[in-house]
């Protein structure tokens, strides 16, 4: 079960802090308040938020100052800057000293918990620990990267020589092999710990604003550029970014991402004045970059740049004693303890390729425990699993449902709304649905869509769904 987070919400303004009770009231989130930066330094050692948010005039100390003093005492505790329609720029100086993001006010309410969530998103991952097998035992630890093949011994090993040092390193693997639940294990067990962590997926962001991402823009550099935009490189000034599919940056990118590895300097889109940072990089990809290189696709300096220490996952399938551990682990982590596996189970998931890998794996014990009905877990559970529970072959007909059919009333329908964003429109539709079918249990929707709750979270948290969903 998640933990509930906790949001602060610094103003000198009661209506202010009485629209936060309104907007977050039926959220599950712990509201805590204060009504200047004196009490909020106060409090926070305290409770502890998970985010803070803050006015940025107030009496006494302004946000300004309580957001340089907070960012000395714990850089880790994202903060979103609540300016008025005449403060933009002061807002974006707070930006340049750590702030995570700031809001206009009056609020958009859509975009409070749209940002709102994202921040609560980048709190749990730097907040969350990670665990390597030496270290079991050790410490507390909310996840865990699980085996004990040679080839995971080599991985635990890298962890703990990175976690002494501060050079740039590349993971690489298979999807769904654990590569950022590895970034994260070194940035928790390294020099930079009590810093910032931001994670950035290359590959789901697209090309014309993923630069300005990565490293901001000037006002006016590019049309809908109505303001100045803080990067993720200048956020995480002293701290750690985490970017994943770093082979699918275009060559103009790479450039500039090959300067910032060089010299630490890099200007935004748009600007003509040099910035400089502190940052360790460690970047993921599941592409071989070495092919890459020899097609031109990625420039042969930035991957020397990248590949100082490259720890490198091993797929599940060359890790068939790990199948049984993470088998346990997931077991207990989907609520499913106590529940044995038969032998003929186990060597049928030993059998299987894993193309999906270990995310692949928790998929199926996750459908095996709404598929098996008995205490102990049978073979034929194993492959009702791993067929899709049902699913035919060609993947179109499950049960009683054409979805080829289904999926051509839907296009018939589209055509008509040219404007609609399709894909992502379902894909919300769906998850709302599966959260009011259950009367928004996220572990139970996640099995019914067939994907882990981590990655119904980010769908959540993705389409602002956990603040609107209205429960039937």
């Known amino acids: 079960m998640q933990t509930q987070q906790t949001l602060l919400v610094v103003d000198d303004e009661a209506d202010v802090r009485y629209s936060f009770k309104r907007i977050f009231g039926g959220d599950p989130v712990t509201l805590e308040f204060a009504a200047s930066g004196e009490e909020a330094l106060l409090s926070i050692p305290k409770l502890k938020p ?65 940002i709102v969530a994202a921040a609560l998103r980048v709190s749990r991952d730097m907040r969350a620990k990670v665990s390597f097998e030496p270290l079991l035992g050790a410490e507390e630890h909310d996840q865990e990267i699980i085996g004990r093949s040679a080839g995971m011994q080599e991985v635990y090993k ?19 092999t654990g590569k950022e639940l590895v970034a994260r294990a070194i940035y928790q067990h390294g020099q930079r710990a009590e810093k910032t962590f931001l994670a950035v997926n290359c590959a789901a962001i697209p090309e014309a604003l993923l630069e300005s991402e990565l490293f901001g823009h000037e006002k006016g550099s ?43 300097t890099f200007e935004r889109v748009g600007g003509n004045q040099p910035l400089k940072v502190n940052v360790r990089v460690i970047a993921a990809t599941n592409k071989p970059l070495e092919s890459s290189v020899s097609k031109k696709e990625f420039r042969e300096d930035l ?27 997931f077991l207990n982590k989907h609520g499913g303890r106590g529940r044995a596996l038969q032998s003929a189970a ?30 102990a877990i049978r073979a034929e559970d194993v492959s009702a699993a791993l067929s899709g529970a049902g699913r035919s072959v060609s993947g179109v007909q499950v049960g009683d449902v054409d ?41 139970q929707a996640a099995k019914l869509l067939g994907i882990t709750r981590a990655t119904l979270r980010k769908r959540v948290d993705r389409f602002g769904i956990q603040h609107q969903l209205k429960v039937s």
């Open 50 to 114: 998970d985010l803070v948010l803050m006015d940025i005039r107030m009496g006494g100390a302004s946000g300004l100052e309580t957001l340089q003093r907070l960012r000395k005492s714990d850089a880790r505790t994202p903060v979103i800057i609540m300016t008025a329609y005449g403060s933009t720029q002061a807002a974006i100086e707070a930006m340049k000293h750590g702030a995570y993001d700031y809001l206009l006010k009056p609020f958009d309410v859509p975009k409070l918990k749209e």
């Open 158 to 176: 890298l962890i703990g020589q990175l976690s002494r040092s501060d050079v740039t390193a590349l993971i690489t693997g298979e999807s769904g």
């Open 222 to 264: 590019f049309t809908g550029a109505s303001h100045q935009r803080i990067g993720k490189f200048e956020q995480c000034d002293g701290g750690t970014i985490f970017l994943d599919e770093i082979g699918e940056l275009s060559l103009a990118t790479q450039a500039k991402m090959l300067r910032v590895l060089q010299s630490g």
């Open 303 to 329: 991957f020397y740049r990248l590949n100082v220490v490259r720890i490198h996952l091993p797929p599940l399938r060359e890790r068939k004693g790990d199948v049984a551990l993470l088998v346990e682990y």
């Open 346 to 375: 186990i060597e049928a998931l030993e059998a299987h390729g894993w193309p999906g890998n270990v995310r692949e794996l928790e998929n199926v014990i996750q459908r095996t425990l709404v598929v098996g009905k008995a205490v």
């Open 403 to 443: 979805f080829q059919e289904l999926a051509r009333q839907i296009f018939r329908w589209a055509r008509s709304n040219p404007k609609l964003k399709l894909i992502p429109a379902m894909e919300r539709e769906l998850v709302v649905a599966a959260l009011q079918e259950v009367n928004g249990n996220q572990v």
